[in-house]
């Protein structure tokens, strides 16, 4: 079975622009949850989909946003780059909500911003 | 709300020493706790879990952790590392309730010298 896809794997940008990340999760799961990962504040949760539904946020601005289409798949967007968006972007899937599956991660996008 | 400690940020051990990484959270209630690892180039991957039964769960790669719910603790233990233990180990907690997002610690570099 696939494991967690994401594309594309790395992506620069600069401030003020905004930019779309695409994660396709395990055949069968639901789940799809992203995280920011960055040296100093480590893995941080965004959000998490379930059924199309956003079902829980992080502390993140509105500026980052997501949605999850019929097929599970997923994409998060985030709009007026700063430069402290720069970090690496991890998809989660499960087989339900993620409170009471194990999640399995993706490699990431490795987005950075000048 | 819910916080991870992992006590070491970085550990260098010589090849067959024994591990024990700390792992505390701060949570009143049911939770899921997990060990990932993060091996140099590659994605997160799961270690172990623990949602419910014996304490003492084993994992792969014959990594095993303790559930002390008194301590609010989820301590990673192996008897004897090899050089390709060298990775990024985390710990997370999840309460188990509905809505809940996944807290990570800061991560424990593992160092293994052969």
């Known amino acids: 079975k696939a494991g967690v896809t994401q594309t594309p794997r790395y992506l620069i940008k600069t401030r003020g622009q905004q930019v779309t990340l695409s994660c396709s999760p395990i055949s069968g799961h639901r789940s799809v949850s992203w995280y920011q990962q960055t040296p100093g504040q480590g893995l941080q949760f965004l959000f998490e989909y379930f059924s199309e539904t956003q079902r829980n946020k992080g502390n993140f601005p509105g500026r980052f946003s997501g949605r999850q289409f019929s097929n599970s798949r997923s994409e998060m967007n985030v709009s007026t780059l700063e430069l402290g968006d720069s970090a690496l972007y991890l998809c989660?899937?499960?087989?339900?909500?993620?409170?009471?599956?194990?999640?399995?991660f993706g490699p990431g996008t490795r987005l950075t911003v000048t | 709300a819910q916080s991870v400690s992992q006590h070491n940020h970085h550990v260098i051990l010589s090849e067959a020493a024994s591990l024990e990484l700390g792992c505390n959270y701060s949570y009143g209630g049911t939770v899921n706790l997990f060990w990932y690892v993060q091996y140099p180039g590659q994605h997160l991957q799961l270690l172990l879990k623990y949602f419910s039964g014996d304490p003492l769960v084993k994992g792969i790669k014959g990594f095993e952790a303790e559930f002390i719910k008194s301590k609010f603790s989820f301590n990673l233990r192996k008897p004897s590392v090899q050089w390709s233990d060298t990775a990024e180990y985390f710990c997370a907690v999840r309460a188990n309730q509905a809505g809940t997002a996944l807290i990570f610690g800061k991560g424990t570099t593992l160092s293994v010298s052969s």
């Open positions: 989660a899937s499960s087989l339900g909500l993620a409170n009471s599956y194990e999640q399995y």
